[in-house]
């Protein structure tokens, strides 16, 4: 990933809140109270493909038919789309079956979400007076500082992101060229574990909200 300064918001929450040192430590994933990030992206992307396809293929019926009154049975709807399933390309037509429009890549689109919102094994967290450090899985960490905006570039995208205190949760907000958003939510509970949510809101397949339970190690 690729992190730019780009200037300061000095109307965000910058001050660490004085339990802040409650998120500092490492961290090892609890998969077992943790949400399952392959079901619930699998079940958001075939909804969204279902519905486009539904979509279409009302869209295209509703062609054929005009097509029809019009025209004395021209064939090739004006939507065709790709319902043999699976993963065929879902495509919209004139009634020429001309091309007009391919639909998204719903098997490159899963895939992507998959690796946007992963949640690392372990996380070291380091809150300091002026930043917080964010090391995943022994990378290199990454330093935010509250109230500074960056530009980042990771697999679903180029994003504006601004890090910000919200109470006593340490959060991320990204904001993607391509209309997506995301906020990643670090915070402490009552139990001593760390909650790490991200709540995705993607143009495609709308909101999804995957929440990843830490333990001390």
């Not at 789309?81 to 391919?102: Q, R, V």
């Not at 998204?104 to 007076?129: K, S």
Request: hydrophobic share 35%; proline share 4%; charged share 25%.
């Amino acid at each position: 990933a690729i992190n730019n300064a780009l200037k300061v918001d000095r109307t965000a929450a910058t001050r660490a809140p004085s339990d802040s040192a409650a998120l500092s430590g490492h961290w090892r994933l609890d998969p077992a109270a943790s949400d399952n990030l392959d079901a619930k992206v699998t079940r958001a992307v075939d909804s969204a493909e279902h519905k486009l396809r539904a979509r279409l293929g009302a869209r295209g019926r509703a062609a054929d038919r005009r097509g029809n009154a019009g025209a004395g049975g021209t064939e090739g709807g004006a939507g065709s789309t790709g319902d043999s399933g699976g993963d065929a390309p879902i495509t919209t037509s004139d009634e020429f079956g001309n091309i007009t429009g391919i639909g998204p890549d719903f098997r490159q689109l899963r895939e992507r979400l998959l690796q946007t919102l992963a949640a690392p094994g372990m996380l070291v967290v380091t809150v300091r007076p002026d930043q917080v450090d964010i090391q995943h899985d022994g990378l290199p960490a990454r330093d935010y500082q509250p109230g500074e905006t960056l530009t980042r570039l990771d697999e679903y995208g180029t994003a504006v992101l601004q890090a910000r205190w919200s109470g006593g949760a340490f959060e991320l907000r990204e904001r993607y060229t391509n209309g997506a958003r995301l906020t990643e939510r670090y915070e402490v509970g009552r139990a001593g574990t760390l909650s790490c949510t991200r709540s995705l809101a993607d143009p495609t397949v709308g909101k999804l909200l995957i929440k990843s339970v830490y333990r001390r190690s």
